[in-house]
């Protein structure tokens, strides 16, 4: 039984002033599109979270991968960004179960367009379920977002990329129209900067929107994988720093966490079980350092229109990452 009645309506509403209450501007044309959107129609996950502004997984694989639609105040922010009009064509980068494309579609009316593209086949079957009934929006499968979809409109003046990514795609950067734009999260897996890539006088230029937190594209990089020991001497050397600017360590445990790092360096394709044995044996020099560790890969995650803060308006626009 559907349980979007008029009383989730009024959560959605009330969800939305919060947002707005927050300092995020919310266009009248994003509130209409998602009180009128059924979110149930994108995911079979519990989506109570979502009128706290949290995020909604809508699928997992069996190795661990999650993709998630995200929280109401950065599908806001997107959508505020995109600059959206009627009869518009917009080429959305990743799914997002569906429920991105299906509110930009809706603003931009039956004269304007949708193109919809993700790598992922189970994820395209998913969103292909969910978008049935939206005639213009045109969803396909793609092998990679690097290289150009086959009969993909030659010019873009729309672009919204919905994971992170280290750059812009250079098939996507050629064919940006004067005025036209690409907003994308760009930087690293943990953390990334949301970018306005603009064409302007024929260059593109970047614009800042704020720090960000967004998983990959393609749900299969989202699948946790172990670290190599290179990335665990990058962890350490952050963590040392860390330490050392609040005064958490005795130098002495500082240095020993410093040799660590500078063997871990040295291993050159360490056999099997080398890696584990290596930090198994040096496991009591930063064990007490372990909830550290962990914060640093869980950024603090921004719910301005949670409804357990409306009085604290300070946050970063972070979005959840798996």
Known sequence: MSRWGEGTMEEMRSLLDRISKSGIEVPQTVREAMCSLHLEQFTTYDFNGFFHDRPVVFMETENGGVKTISAPHMIVTLLHHLELHQGQEVLVVGSK???IAALIASIIGE????????????????????LAGWPTVDLRQVESIEV?????????NRVLITGSIESIPNWMEERIVEGGFVLAPIGESHHQELMKMER???E???TSLGPVSFGPVDILESEPKPLSAIEIADLLETLIETCHEMDLCEPEELQQLGNIADELRLMQDPQEGELEAFITG????????????????APTLARPGD????EHHDFDFDEFRP
């Open 307 to 310: 409804i357990e803060n409306e």
């Open 111 to 130: 004269d304007g367009r949708v193109v919809l593209i993700d790598p992922s086949h189970e994820i395209v079957r998913h969103t292909a379920n969910a």
């Open 97 to 99: 179960g569906g429920y």
């Open 200 to 202: 302007q006088l024929g």
């Open 204 to 206: 593109l230029h970047p």
């Open 282 to 297: 040096h496991l009591q020099n930063f064990i007490h350092l372990w909830p550290m560790i962990q914060l640093m890969f």
């Open 148 to 156: 150009a979809p086959i009969e993909l409109p030659g010019e873009l």
